[in-house]
């Protein structure tokens, strides 16, 4: 008498013998994957047969067509012999493809063909996008001379210290002109960073900016894309920031820096530059 076996027992039995077997050759088994496709077909392991095929053959269709459409853009010695061969092989799988696709339709063919021209529409959209990237770059083609031109570096700072003294000591091999830029939110406090700023003489001058609301990252940016800023064929923006000596103490740090460079990189055509001051260790 012939056993019959529920879906359950296909299942263990199944996942069992999968597991029993040796994950040799540097290949793993994933057991779970495993099971859940095994699960999906009711235990019928030759139900996604079809579907493997249909995707098997489809990729052959486009490679023969693709092969074809070599041949005949390379005019190869008798290359009209090798595009027939690819020609011939590409109806062949084209024609057993929609055998499958019509047989199988009704048992999840649909999902291969949606997933193959999303697929394909993707791939169209990548391709387009590199394109477009590459002509605006001017990729393949030899540019103009490189000639020097008039450049604003704008150092950020908020007080007078040595950090600021190795900004603006880099400033200078960055760009032909250098301006400091200062937020301040009071006038006592504006008028203490002009007074320490003379003081220091830097030989820059210093802007500082008194907006309306409190926001620093705001008011550099409306500075920047002033017209006696923007009237500069080159504009960097130099950022000194804090190092700490260890990484758990970046947490204290402020992030206006951050902040502020993430802003000018969006809102703004300008070079932004972070100017690191390590602190001394301990």
């Known amino acids: 008498m012939r056993a019959t076996l529920s879906t359950t027992e296909v299942h263990g039995a199944t996942l069992g013998e999968l597991r029993r077997r040796p994950a040799g050759l540097g290949v793993r088994a994933d057991f779970s994957s495993i099971y859940r496709a095994v699960v999906a077909v009711n235990g ?83 391709d387009a996008y590199h394109t477009e990237v590459s002509a605006e770059l001017g990729l393949g083609a030899v540019p103009a001379a490189p000639r020097a031109e008039e450049s604003l570096v704008v150092v950020a700072v908020n007080r007078v210290s040595r ?20 937020v301040a939110f009071e006038d006592d406090q504006a008028a203490q960073l002009r007074a320490d700023w003379e003081r220091w003489h830097p030989g820059a ?11 620093i990252a705001g008011p550099i940016v409306a500075f920047i894309t002033s017209p006696e800023v923007a009237a500069h064929a080159r504009v960097l923006v130099l950022i000194p920031e804090v190092e700490p000596r260890r990484w758990r103490h970046q947490l204290l740090q402020n992030q206006r820096g951050v902040i502020l460079a993430n802003l000018l990189r969006r809102r703004t055509d300008v070079a932004v530059a972070t100017l690191p001051f390590r602190l001394a260790k301990e």
């Open 205 to 215: 001058p210093l802007v500082a900016l008194q907006p309306a609301h409190r926001s």
């Open 44 to 126: 019928n392991t030759n139900a996604p047969i079809p579907l493997f095929a249909i995707g098997v053959f489809t990729g052959f269709t486009l490679s023969q067509a693709g092969l074809v459409r070599h041949w005949h853009k390379a005019r190869l010695r008798r290359w009209w012999v090798r595009a027939a061969v690819n020609g011939t092989g590409a109806v062949m799988t084209a024609v057993a493809t929609g055998i499958f696709l019509a047989s199988k339709v009704t048992a999840g063919a649909w999902v291969v063909v949606l997933a193959i021209a999303a697929l394909m529409v993707l791939f169209r959209r990548i």
């Open 163 to 182: 950090l600021r003294k190795d900004a603006r000591c880099a400033a200078p091999s960055l760009g032909s002109k250098v301006v400091a830029a200062s």
